[in-house]
């Protein structure tokens, strides 16, 4: 066993450095109003002794708690499967660790955890939150709303659409999906190919929405309408991936290209499409969406890709969040975002689009 060691306290800084007790407090919570020969005396005498502050007593002066929660409106196994997330995360842990605050990470597997996720966020043990991957009429929104704690959201909301009452105040990042697909389409129409099938990530989320309706912009341009049978429903990962590319080739034979809705999706395609016999890109051209390492990078042969900035968007999402709970600005998207009437009642919601690019590799 070992003896417990005492903590340096308040009053042994405030002896040290030779001031009062509420001396050390207004320099310890970064107060104002403490001439710099004396914050330095107790900075010193902070550093020399170890001290560090009670996080407790220094949320009842500072109404601050360092801490935000990040929400991902997805279980467990999707969460730590796919990459992006591992993307959208480091650069929120690198922003928010940047200001010295803790991310807490909250997943939710299904409706059940929706009020256990909401009572957690009204109980006073963060600051504020950052939400993504949400679902179409996922009551998450609502219920963080309620819980009255300052959010960015990841994703283009479903009520930017008006299929229900924004949120004040809400602010989004997301990048430019719909123009992305579009690139994506062009670049296969341009390869000469002529039966470009999509495969799409979930529907009851925007980002595969954009992405599909960006298909459609395209194929409406070049054929005058969009084929439904060169359509398949999937869900964001490889399984789905593979499932969409053999009713694809049952239904139709004659499928040249493929547009999928993210890299996972595209990975899954292409392993059905090496089973099959079919050659990439000489018999059949895939392009996917994200950009993911090393996924689209090692994908036989290397996938051509649309290029987000997924760890860009995580950090912003925590510049944006942390400027809002202190008031700072300077960061020209948060000055913007500041303008009057962005996210107010009655409006949609204040979005920062981030753009895409192609990345052309082997496979298209």
């Known amino acids: 066993m070992t003896e417990a060691v005492s903590r340096p306290t308040l009053e042994a800084v405030a002896a040290r450095a030779g001031v009062s007790r509420a001396t050390v407090s207004r320099v310890v919570n970064g107060g104002d109003g403490v001439r710099e020969p004396l914050a330095e005396r107790v900075r010193r005498a902070v550093e020399e002794l170890g001290y560090v502050p009670n996080q407790a007593a220094r949320s ?13 409106a997805e279980p467990e196994a999707r969460v730590f499967a796919d990459p992006f997330f591992a993307l959208q995360l480091r650069g929120i842990s690198k922003e928010l660790t940047a200001h010295d605050n803790q991310l807490v990470l909250l997943l939710t597997e299904g409706r059940a955890d929706h009020a256990r996720v909401a009572r957690y966020l009204a109980g006073g043990h963060v600051d504020g939150a950052l939400v993504f991957s949400l ?134 395609a292409l392993r059905v499409l090496r089973e099959s016999g079919r050659r990439v890109p000489e018999d059949v051209a895939v392009v996917g969406f994200d950009d993911v390492m090393p996924v689209a990078e090692q994908a ?65």
Not at 60 to 72: E, S
Not at 341 to 350: D, L, V
């Open 60 to 72: 009842l002066v500072t109404r601050r708690h360092d801490a935000v929660a990040v929400v991902i």
């Open 135 to 268: 679902h179409l009429d996922d009551p998450l929104p609502g219920l963080i709303h309620d819980a009255g704690l300052p959010t960015v959201f990841g994703g283009r909301p479903d009520w930017d659409e008006g299929t229900r009452a924004p949120l004040p105040g809400a602010v989004y990042v997301d990048c430019d999906n719909r123009g992305g697909a579009r690139t994506a389409v062009r670049h296969l129409v341009g390869l000469g190919r002529r039966h470009i099938a999509h495969i799409t990530g979930a529907l009851d989320q925007t980002s595969a929405v954009d992405r599909f309706d960006g298909y459609r912009d395209v194929m409406a341009d070049v054929h005058g309408s969009q084929d439904p049978s060169l359509v398949v429903e999937s869900d964001f990962t490889p399984a789905g991936g593979e499932r969409a590319m053999r009713e694809l080739l049952a239904r139709r034979p004659d499928v040249d290209a493929v547009f999928a809705a993210n890299d996972l999706s595209a990975l899954g």
């Open 300 to 364: 036989d042969p290397p996938l051509t890709t649309v290029r987000q900035d997924i760890e860009e968007v995580g950090r912003l999402m925590a510049r944006l969040l942390l400027q809002g709970l202190t008031g700072e600005r300077g960061d020209p998207v948060a000055e913007d975002l500041a303008r009057p009437g962005a996210g107010a009642p009655g409006t949609s919601p204040a979005g920062v689009i981030l753009p895409t690019t192609l990345i052309r590799r082997a496979s298209a």
